[in-house]
């Protein structure tokens, strides 16, 4: 079924010429799939000690949008992704769905032994890419700046406790986050159901407020209001969870759970403080109503369910944007990336090839968290994570950074690569190969891809020069038919060309007699 120009695979079909005997043999090359024209190429990763990234093999990403499982989100042979692990490679490649107009979702990444993050995947492409880099930095737990810890206790009866339960993460010595579940109270999963057993495992997860792992951690999504003039900036920021022998407890009845956070020293005593949560389960944050108590260095609440909390001041949206003028050495043609970290937020943002400014808009640096006071260190940095450019600590990143020096820490090269196919069983029948999509990556880190250009060729961009690469390349519907491997190996490479052809295994079609007859018996 479907339509397919005009070639149905009647092939004319040449014969010996005789008298009605068997005809002979044609060779069929298999269908080119469709061109491939935006890619979202992603990986999660985590900071090494080189300040360079490494991917995390073991990272399960999950797609929603309003809430609930993504359906626009598909592989590019057009099966639907809701949840994906992403492999030893730590990286994985989607597009959107055809005819989806869909302009983002929320991807929530998690792997063991990192902190569980919620990111906003933006799929409007703005700036046109076909190749859409998404990277998914976690921190692990035992981070500087952050505090986890886990207190067991066999004080239940049913799902009721019968006696006070405390949990406090603290660093150094001095307390992150604490939460105290007092005796009496009942157990309940997220449908009001009681959760029965015989061990309580109450965590807690703290942030130091000062900290720029407080805006690691912090899930995204904070602010998605687009009506609003100010912005909500997260003061104190911790993650409560609790179960009863492994089962998840979510909600309160008969008593509240008490929760007190590290706040900044210099908390002004007027200032008035709100608390949002984040349902983990739908990326959603949700704007709570009950109050906080401000103390010396802490502030504090209760609350009747279990989850992320943010306790918030609200300042004045940026309406500048930011703008960021680079000297030095130019943008490759792979581009980079520009980052703005600090304890008020996290910013990540693409440097097109040539760039001799980044531009990112009073929106975006609202959705992110950073607001008219923000400050925060600005760095600039390839895939890879070598840094190209830094500020001398923290600067205001509402406005405009001049001067931003770039220096390239590597020599870099660019290589064009030409693939071909053919088929093994007739050499002179060629497949269609253009319309694949080809990675590439140095071990242990993360995959780029890379389609076709104007030529029809696929260019490896920002390759450091001397390393090894391994390159692989998704036929897509046209890998079943793949005879022999698809990965080549680019030991100490250079920017030389490369031209690359592969084989298939193709459909032979056998026609039948007559004289020279057209050999198809129709569709």
Known sequence: TGCFSDDDNNKPVPDDGGDGGDGGVVVVAPET?????????????????????????????????????????????????????????????????????TDSVTAI????????????????????????????????????????????????TGSTTTAEIVADASAEGSSLASATLPSGITLQDADGQPVTGAEV????????????????????????????????????????????????????????????????????????????????????????????????????????H??????????????????????????????????????????WSRVGAGSTSRVVSPGFLKRVGISSEATATVVVLDRDGAIWGETEGEVAVCGTVDDFALASPYTYVDKTLTITGSCANDSEVAVNVSNSAVRYKRDGKAVRTALKDADGNFQLTNLRE????????????LSSKLDGSNTITLDSVTGDDLTQNFEFTCDEVTGSGGSGGSGGTGG
């Open 201 to 304: 495992a109450l965590n807690v997860l703290g942030t130091d407020p000062s900290s720029d792992a407080k805006g690691l951690v912090l899930p995204e999504g904070l602010n998605s209001d687009d009506s609003s003039a100010n912005i909500a900036v997260p003061v104190s920021l911790a993650n409560v969870t609790l179960s009863v022998d492994g089962n998840s407890v979510k909600k309160f009845a008969g008593d509240t759970l008490n929760v007190t956070l590290a706040a900044p020293a210099d908390l002004d005593a007027g200032e008035v403080l709100s608390v949002s949560s984040l349902d983990e389960e739908t990326g959603i944050w949700m704007p709570e109503t009950f109050p906080v108590t401000k103390g010396t260095g802490t502030v504090s609440f209760e609350t009747d």
């Open 33 to 101: 799939p469709a061109a491939l024209t935006f890619v979202v190429s992603g990986s999660v990763v985590q900071s090494n000690d080189d300040d360079e990234f490494d991917v995390i093999g073991d990272a399960t990403i999950k797609f929603l949008e309003s809430g609930v499982l993504s359906t626009n989100i598909v592989d590019v042979e057009g099966n639907q992704v809701q949840t994906l692990d992403v492999g030893d490679e730590g990286s994985f490649l989607v597009t959107r769905k055809s005819g989806s107009s």
């Open 466 to 477: 001397g390393e090894n690469y391994e390159v692989t390349v998704n036929f897509r519907s």
């Open 306 to 347: 279990l989850t992320w909390f943010s306790v918030n001041k609200s300042v004045p949206v940026c309406t500048d944007g930011l703008t960021v003028n680079f000297t030095g050495d130019a943008v490759p043609a792979g581009g980079l990336t520009l980052a703005a970290y600090s304890s008020d937020g996290f910013l």
């Open 109 to 156: 990444v998690s792997a063991p032994g990192f902190v569980t993050k919620a990111f906003n995947l933006d799929l409007s492409n703005e700036d046109d890419n076909d190749v859409l880099v998404a990277q998914f930095l976690l921190t692990p737990t035992d981070e500087e700046g952050l505090a986890a810890t886990t207190t067991t206790s066999s004080d239940i």
